[in-house]
């Protein structure tokens, strides 16, 4: 093998399909807390709690008086909204007695909560979305707070696989480009010729200095975008602990993003190419959007990037008029346009669904400029 191998240590436990790994999964992960035995851990990513109850019982059975904080931004288990996140490891913990002290933070993402934890973290378990930016930034995020020596792990590293969803490479792709001496290991479990579906590495001098690889890994594509909100609050923690290069980098790559992700759901709602769009949008005046949700404001931030003008946003005769200075453009109802017909053009952002109703009530009233 090209990593390190580590001794299996197998546990047995109750409910282990909750935890979402196999048992060569979770014998690896048993292995590498009885080689590490932590004192702080912090999982980001508990579902059921299933792995969670895998690693108190591991840590029991080690004779460890650990702490540990499961983190997850999901109040309730993303497979049923009527079972709290976290439900069976709630339930081991009230029957069972540990000298392990755990603590659930639900509801919340690791920037909102890491100063919360604080230092020291010996043992961390990403297990999240695995698709970008997922794993990525919330390593990042974490490396402040993590000891020299500390022992990450990385579930799902051949989802992509595994699901034959190509956008599924977060937690392979960060094994791939840190730095640090690396854990992973044949299982002859799986019929994806031996490869595992789980992998570790340590944290180190060599982790911290070239972290520009990690950094770098920002620019792939981002299957999901972050809000305004929460990119702030992980640059605010960049800033605090990392140089100025590597958060003016970051500031760069989350520019970037944003700016793929609005051309992507414009391509997606527009039907055409978003520079199909911006050819007819330049050659119009007075560009009137049709809306007032996400697709107006996604319009409009568009047309922020792109330079692209806009006379005002366009609501419904039926619709109660929109507070007006929540917008930085003029709103107003259908019939109450300052230019006739023919001197208007508009863009439908709306959802879909609603196209053909609107786009019949333009054409009657006289509107057939429509983007």
């Known amino acids: ?43 980001i990513g508990v579902s059921a709690g299933g792995t969670t109850v ?85 390593f990042l995020i974490c490396l402040p707070y993590l000891q020299e020596g500390c022992i990450v792990l990385l579930h799902d590293t051949i989802e992509n696989h595994l699901t034959c969803r190509n956008n599924e490479i977060a937690t392979k792709l960060l094994f791939d480009l840190v730095h640090g001496n690396k854990w992973y290991m044949c299982n002859n479990e799986t019929e994806i010729f031996g490869f595992s579906n789980i992998a570790a590495f340590e944290v180190s001098k060599q982790t911290r200095k070239n972290i520009c690889s990690v950094f770098s890994g920002l620019t792939m594509s981002w299957e999901y975008m972050l809000t305004d909100e929460e990119l702030n609050k992980y640059l605010e923690l960049i800033g605090k602990h990392y140089p100025k290069e590597y958060l003016e980098w970051s500031e760069r790559a989350f520019s970037l993003q944003k700016y793929t992700h609005i051309r992507k759901e414009i391509n997606w709602h527009y039907g055409l190419d978003h520079e199909w769009l911006k050819m007819k949008w330049k050659e119009q005046k007075n560009v009137f959007l049709y809306g007032g949700g996400y697709w107006a404001r996604t ?73």
């Open 1 to 43: 093998m090209i990593y390190q191998t580590i001794e299996l240590f197998h546990q047995d436990i109750e409910n282990a399909v909750y935890s979402e790994m196999t048992e060569f999964e979770r014998d690896f992960l048993c292995g590498m807390l009885k080689k590490k035995k932590p004192e702080k851990l912090l999982e």
């Open 54 to 138: 895998m690693i108190l019982e591991c840590l029991k059975t080690l004779g460890l008086k650990s702490k540990m904080y499961s983190v997850d931004v999901s109040e309730f288990w993303y497979r049923s909204d009527k079972r709290k996140t976290g439900f069976a490891a709630k339930e081991y913990m009230e029957h069972r007695y540990s000298e392990i002290q755990h603590e659930f933070i639900l509801g919340q993402s690791i920037p909102y909560v890491i100063d919360r934890i604080g230092e020291g973290i010996d043992f961390l378990i990403l297990d999240t979305t695995h698709s970008m930016p997922g794993e990525f930034l919330d």
């Open 299 to 371: 319009y409009s931030e568009y047309a922020r990037m792109n330079h692209l003008p806009i006379s005002g946003w366009i609501i419904s005769d039926e619709e109660d008029m929109v507070d007006a200075g929540k917008y930085s453009l003029p709103v107003f109802y259908l019939g109450d346009l300052p230019y006739e017909p023919d001197d208007c053009s508009i863009i439908l952002a709306l959802d879909r669904q609603y196209f053909g109703m609107v786009k019949k009530n333009l054409v009657q009233k006289g509107y057939y400029m429509v983007l």
